[in-house]
T-cell receptor, first 112, second 116 residues
């Protein structure tokens, strides 16, 4: 059973567009929600993370929106660039539990 | 990079053979993890370690064992490899030695294992 559900599986946008990737969870004990970026042949790299006490967090062109009541969170990439083409994973964790639960990933392609 | 290396980076083996994957860190982090990555599943935790000789099971631990005899090394062993264990395996680290659990996990470059 997938603890974190992610959509869409793949996404194609034009350069400058704003791709949005959505995730949902059921376990209300989760209190840390990171997003990872993975390029082919590489390990996932932490992009940005949020805790449920805030509704939005921005780091550069990347923004997480968090809706605690709906148990959903999403990643927005502003002014997307071809170099952003990668697979993105959302994840969730309960502090102290050590098991980071990942979504199934979204393959993003940004067309020049 | 977070100072994590994995070896080997690629391995092809046959069903029924034992396989050991190695994760080495230079960051002195307390926590180490093994994940497998499969299409349609994302990454799933196999085992993790919270200190030397201290390990625990993750979500998909059947068929795998681990050992950690030194802070810097975490070994994943497939006692008798099966085709269902064909996957990409990632090691991750978090926390600093002696400190409380810290959520941010840093991942290694991965090992692609094929079991024929």
């Amino acid at each position: 059973q997938q603890q974190v559900k992610q959509s869409p599986q793949s996404l194609i946008v034009q350069k400058g567009g704003i791709p949005i990737i959505n995730c949902a969870y059921e376990n209300t004990a989760f209190d840390y929600f990171p997003w990872y970026q993975q390029f082919p042949g590489k390990g996932p790299a932490l992009l940005i993370a949020i805790r449920p006490d805030v509704s939005e967090k921005k780091e550069g062109r990347f923004t997480i929106s968090f809706n605690k009541s709906a148990k959903q969170f999403s990643l927005h990439i502003m002014d997307s660039q071809p170099g952003d083409s990668a697979t993105y994973f959302c994840a969730a964790l309960q502090t102290g539990a050590n098991n980071l639960f990942f979504g199934t990933g979204t393959r993003l392609t940004v067309i020049p | 990079d977070a100072g994590i290396t994995q070896s080997p980076r690629h391995k092809v083996t046959e069903t029924g053979t034992p396989v050991t994957l190695r994760c080495h860190q230079t960051e002195n982090h307390r926590y180490m993890y093994w994940y497998r990555q499969d299409p349609g599943h994302g990454l799933r935790l196999i085992h993790y370690s919270y200190g030397v000789k201290d390990t625990d099971k993750g979500e998909v631990s059947d068929g795998y064992s681990v050992s950690r005899s030194k802070t810097e090394d975490f070994l994943l062993t497939l006692e008798s490899a099966t085709s269902s264990q064909t996957s990409v395996y990632f090691c991750a680290i978090s926390g600093l030695a002696g400190e409380s659990p810290y959520n941010e996990q840093f991942f290694g470059p991965g090992t692609r294992l094929t079991v024929l």
